[in-house]
Each structure stands twice: as C-alpha cells, then as structure tokens.
C-alpha cells in the first residue's frame, strides 16, 4: 500500500537548519507530485511546498520563501524539506503528502 514516511524533525535553535525527508512507497514515486504541509499548535494544518512529477517547485507562505526548499530524488522515492534560518514561528508538525495519502509527520522545534 502507498506509505509516506518521514524523518529529520527535532529541536533547532533559531537561525539554524534541519532537512526533512519524506520516503514513499507503494506507488511510482517518480510519476507523482510531493508535498509537504505544517500543523502549528492550534493551527490548521497549511501547505509549504509541492514538487510536480517534472520537478517544478512551489513555496506557498512567503514567511518561508527563500529560507526552504523543497527537492526530489526519484531514485530513492524520497522528496526532501530543507530548512534554513529556522524561526520559532516555524515550530510545528510537519507532514508530508502524495495523492491524498499522509505520512505520520515529523515534530520540528525551533527555540533557544
């Protein structure tokens, strides 16, 4: 069955850096658009950003645009969040999604 997995979350101070990684499997990765979202405590889970099939990226909150980016790597069915300058506004669960399906997410904390 189609499964997302992901990893890399944990505690950051603020300025730092962390990458998330999403590994799919049960469907053909490479075909298939990724995307990653956010949960903030008390928040509605938001879109961060999405990678088509043909590599075309989007970063959807300008509070991140420029700091993350997304990639992927079709040869290890895993698509990639990589996170700089990290603020405490970015603490929350991130999730990773393909075709409706959602990985268990991946707690990121951002604080001194």
């Known amino acids: 069955q189609v499964q997302l997995v992901e990893s890399g979350g944990g505690l950051v101070q603020p300025g730092g850096s962390l990458r998330l990684s999403c590994a799919a499997s049960g469907f053909t990765f490479s075909s298939y658009a990724m995307s990653w979202y956010r949960q903030a405590p008390g928040k509605e889970r938001a879109l961060v950003a999405s990678i088509t099939s043909a590599g075309a990226k989007y970063i959807y909150p300008d509070s991140v645009k420029g700091r993350f980016t997304i990639s992927r790597d079709n040869a290890k069915n895993t698509v990639y969040l990589q996170m700089n300058s990290l603020t405490p506004e970015d603490t929350a669960v991130y999730y990773c999604?393909?075709?409706?399906?959602w990985g268990q997410g991946t707690q990121v904390t951002v604080s001194s």
């Open positions: 999604e393909s075709r409706g399906v």
